[in-house]
């Protein structure tokens, strides 16, 4: 079985200040980790990926996230907030092994005051 | 993403009612895919189909059924609705990208239902 936690229902941050939002997943084997951003009235959009390689991975807007292993967590980074930042972010995790799919957290919403 | 369209956008509906949303790219993607998503619960997987001949399960296909006609078209059907069925649904696309690999889906704009 798989499965993600965002144990932040909501996070605040002031623009132009760093921010994170976090993720924690549980597999058997090794984990592919996702980042989606959501902003009203959109569907999800793809943020950043971990497959394999680095630890730290980039992505768009600036967003970059970490995978650590011995924590099983995938926090997803910005070193600068925007207020235009603000929107639903969700984790997602997938085993590695087999024909899975993709399970996704509950969402950790962002709200980037100016 | 324009590459994934979903009709109608929102739809009101009657308890007992059958209704279907329908899902079509241009993206040329052999994996599609139903999530619901409600507040609090994130998103749940409802079906998903690898390629034009498979259908599977997702983890809350009680009351849905699902119909690939190509492989651009996915439709979700709900074949009475119920209350609780009041979601907003996505359809989600990806690439078949090769054992040991993991491809990036991309999700529609969503269709708000509202089920009366």
């Known amino acids: 079985a798989q499965s993600v936690a965002q144990p932040e229902d909501q996070v605040n941050v002031a623009e132009g200040n760093p921010l994170t939002v976090k993720c924690t997943y549980s597999v058997s084997g090794n984990p592919y980790l996702f980042w989606y951003v959501q902003y009203p009235n959109r569907g999800l959009q793809f943020l950043l990926k971990y497959i394999t390689g680095d630890n730290l991975v980039k992505g768009s807007y600036g967003f970059e996230a970490e995978f650590n292993k011995s924590q099983t967590s995938f926090h997803l980074k910005k070193p600068s907030a925007l207020v235009s930042d603000s929107a639903l972010y969700f984790c997602a995790v997938r085993d590695t092994g087999g024909y899975s799919t993709l399970t996704f957290g509950k969402g950790t919403m962002l709200l980037v005051s100016p | 993403d324009a590459d994934v369209t979903q009709t109608p956008r929102n739809r009101i509906t009657k308890t007992g009612k059958r209704i279907m949303l329908e899902c079509s790219q241009t993206k040329g993607h052999d994996r599609m895919y139903w999530y619901r998503q409600d507040p609090g619960l994130g998103l749940r997987l409802i079906y998903y189909?690898?390629?034009?001949?498979?259908?599977n399960k997702g983890e809350i296909s009680d009351g849905y059924s699902v119909s690939r006609q190509a492989q651009a078209k996915f439709s979700l059907s709900l074949e009475s609705a119920i209350p609780n069925q009041t979601a907003l649904y996505f359809c989600a696309t990806s690439d078949h990208a090769g054992r040991g690999q993991q491809e990036t889906q991309y999700f529609g704009p969503g269709t708000r239902l509202l089920v009366l």
């Open positions: 189909s690898f390629d034009v001949k498979d259908i």
